[in-house]
């Protein structure tokens, strides 16, 4: 058995062991030492990374990427040996610890608060990089998450000390508690007075003021109940600079203060859709002109024109067709710089002559038989050359 350090102090970041095994895996080295700070995997909190030393001599450090436990051992992953007998100095990735930490035990209060103020169970949880979802198994409304967040955070504010035991078989069977899963072997219990109690393997804070802050970013249903986004203590603390950048920029662009953003894009979209309807009329308008140019004729008439509105490429396709004997053709630009087109005509079966239309534009698109529609590829003389010489019977 490996003795566990993160069980006697869980702010012990750097300790000596010894090693006492080391086997090679593959790429890797799975190395076991007497003791160690290393917390495996478990309680859905990930393993922790860092570094060992050995003591003296060369000093040399090998970097160990996971920690796994079995059997009450624990093998740390390493990208090179040590030697077995020789002493060794750990030294865990502090911050990434201590932002776990702040994240589980604030996953903890957060559930024991919602499990005391309405009753619902943690059905979910999943400590990521950088935030923690929280499934619970009746929906919340908003007045209900604030409730559960500002409750959470008085817990914080209170510095609660965090109690962790292993209760003997008569205390536990007495003990009310949280648990996701039948537990069997020594179970351990994570206290926080007067807000929550829950079986859990993982390290935890001290006391609850280490947390600093518990924020839901996000809730939205999920199987008949709620998944939450929370960031706690520094991911907590960086969510708040990304948003508070993007805001930032958002309110130089619109010269709006930070907190007014919402109305200021309301007011641009407002604008937005005032210009599309004036827009779309003067381009009515324009395919009026446009159309009154064209002379009649008994052939095809095709034209490249910079309308980016398809309403009015239709509406001008249809006043050309009332011009011409043949096919009335409208090239103008699409997304990204493609080429579309709208077909028309009164005397010719276009989606049946579609398919020779399009192999002599390097086009791809259908329709019905008095209109057609979609991209082309081919250059612009290639097509004006094509279409003023297509005829129905070719297609
Ligand atoms: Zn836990």
Same mark, same amino acid.
């Given at each position: 058995m490996t003795e566990k350090l993160f069980y006697q102090?869980?702010?012990?970041f750097e300790f000596r062991a010894e090693v006492l095994r080391c086997e090679q895996d593959g790429a890797h080295w799975r190395v076991v030492l007497d003791r160690t700070a290393f917390f495996p995997e478990g309680g859905g909190q990930s393993a922790d990374t860092g570094t060992l030393t050995v003591c003296g001599g060369t000093k040399a450090t090998v970097r160990v990427t996971d920690a796994r436990e079995r059997d009450g051992e624990i093998f740390h992953i390493c990208d090179a040996p040590l030697r077995p007998g020789d002493c060794a100095e750990g030294r865990l990735d502090r911050q990434q610890r201590l932002c776990r930490m702040q994240n589980h035990s604030g996953e903890h209060i957060l559930s024991g608060c919602a499990h005391r103020l309405?009753?619902? =169970?943690?059905v979910g949880f999943h400590l990521g990089e950088g935030d923690v979802t929280i499934d619970f198994d009746r929906e919340l409304d908003a007045e209900e998450l604030q409730q559960i967040e500002t409750r959470a955070n008085e817990a914080v504010r209170a510095d609660l000390p965090v109690k962790v035991w292993f209760p003997e078989p008569e205390e536990l069977a007495e003990l009310e508690y949280r648990s996701k899963k039948e537990l069997s072997g020594a179970v351990r219990i994570v206290e926080i007075p007067d807000v929550d109690r829950c079986a859990c393997c993982a390290p935890h804070v001290s006391?609850?003021? =280490?947390?600093?802050v518990i924020k839901i970013l996000n809730a939205e249903k999920h199987r008949g109940g709620v998944r939450l986004s929370v960031a706690c203590g520094m991911w907590a603390l960086e969510d708040y600079r990304r948003k508070q950048q993007s805001a930032a920029e958002v309110s130089v662009l619109l010269s709006a203060k930070r907190d007014e953003i919402g109305t200021a894009v309301q007011r641009l979209m407002q604008e937005r859709d005032r210009l599309k309807e004036k827009n779309a009329a003067l381009a009515a308008e324009l395919v009026g002109y446009r159309a009154e140019r064209e002379p009649e004729t008994e052939g095809n008439l095709c034209l490249f024109e910079e309308i980016p509105d398809e309403i009015a490429v239709r509406e001008l396709v249809n006043r050309l067709m009332e011009k011409c004997g043949g096919l009335a053709a409208v090239f103008f630009p699409g997304a990204e710089g493609s080429l579309r087109y709208i077909i028309g005509s009164r005397s010719m079966d276009l989606r049946k002559a579609s398919k020779a239309i399009n192999a002599g534009i390097g086009g791809r698109g259908g329709g019905r038989p008095e209109m057609i529609q979609g991209s082309a590829t081919a250059d612009r003389e290639e097509i004006l050359r094509f279409l003023r010489e297509f005829r129905a019977t070719e297609g």
């Open positions: 102090d869980s702010h012990l309405y009753g619902c =169970e943690n006391r609850t003021g =280490e947390i600093g």
